[in-house]
Structures are given as structure tokens and as C-alpha cells.
């Protein structure tokens, strides 16, 4: 059940260790702290899922060639996990990058992530493609893509 004390609002530069620690438990292959500051200095959405004061998740998504919204992290802390925050951000976020001019957004998601790919899919993402050995282990991702009005 989702917590009805959940907020989910623009992330600030102060939130950026707990969006770091969130990153490094959920990835093999966590973006570097350096990089997630720089996503606050690009044209998108950056925004952070609260409960009870406490940062559980977050998701980033920048817009590429003015229409292209391209989520390019989210992540939910594991103890929050299938409990419908992942679903809220992602929402959110394509609410927020619709309301900026974009007409597509695109995912990137490891093959072997069902939950993801299962979340996606239920917001209307389609599989449009594959990266091979996408990942630092060798993974392939899928590539999915949302078309919005």
C-alpha cells in the first residue's frame, strides 16, 4: 500500500547523498556522485519521492533535441520497494517532461529487470529495441520509448 504521507517534489542539491546512497544499493553500476550533481545543471526533471522527511527515491530525466524526454535514472530505496513509489515517479516525471515540450520519452532497462520492464509497460512504453552488452557486466538493455500528446 502507498504511504499516504508520500511527497514527491523537485530534488535539491541537499538531497544529493541520500539520491547517492539510493543509487549505489540499487546498481551494480551506480552513476558517480559527480554525475548525479550534473543532472541538476541539465534541461529536464529531477525530483525526489519523501515519506516521513526521509528521501526514498528519485528519478532524473532530461530533455534531448527540445522533444525527447530520456529518463536517465530512477530509483527507489529497497525497503520501499513494490509499494507503488517507483510508479509515482515515473509518472511524475512524465507528467513534468510533457509539461516541457516533449512529444517522446525514452528508458533504457536491463534485460533482466521484469519489474522494470513490467512498470514500463504498464505506462504504455513499448520495446522499440536492444543495446547490446549495454551494461559494465555484459548485459544487454532494452531500449523502450512512450509516446505522449
Known amino acids: 500500500m502507498l504511504d499516504p504521507s508520500l ?4 530534488a535539491r542539491l541537499d538531497d544529493l547523498d541520500d539520491i547517492f546512497k539510493i543509487e549505489q544499493r540499487s546498481f551494480t553500476d551506480p552513476y558517480p ?3 548525479l ?6 534541461p529536464g526533471v529531477y525530483i525526489v519521492a519523501v515519506s516521513e522527511e526521509e ?26 520497494r513494490r509499494k507503488g513509489v517507483g510508479e ?4 511524475e516525471t512524465i507528467k513534468r517532461l510533457c509539461s516541457k515540450g516533449t512529444k517522446r520519452v525514452r528508458i533504457e532497462v536491463r534485460e ?8 514500463y509497460t504498464k505506462l504504455g512504453f513499448t520495446v522499440e529495441g536492444k543495446i547490446k552488452r549495454y551494461y559494465a557486466d555484459g548485459e544487454s ?3 523502450m520509448y512512450l509516446n505522449v500528446k
Request: net charge positive; glycine share 8%.
Open 141 to 143: 538493455a532494452l531500449l
Open 7 to 10: 511527497l514527491i517534489r523537485d
Open 88 to 91: 509515482r515517479l515515473m509518472k
Open 55 to 80: 528521501v526514498i527515491g528519485y528519478a532524473v530525466g532530461i530533455i534531448r533535441y527540445e522533444s525527447l524526454g530520456h529518463v536517465v535514472s530512477i530509483a527507489v530505496d529497497e525497503a520501499m
Open 33 to 35: 556522485k559527480g554525475l
Open 112 to 119: 533482466s529487470n521484469v519489474p522494470a520492464i513490467r512498470l
Open 37 to 42: 550533481e550534473a543532472f541538476f545543471y541539465l
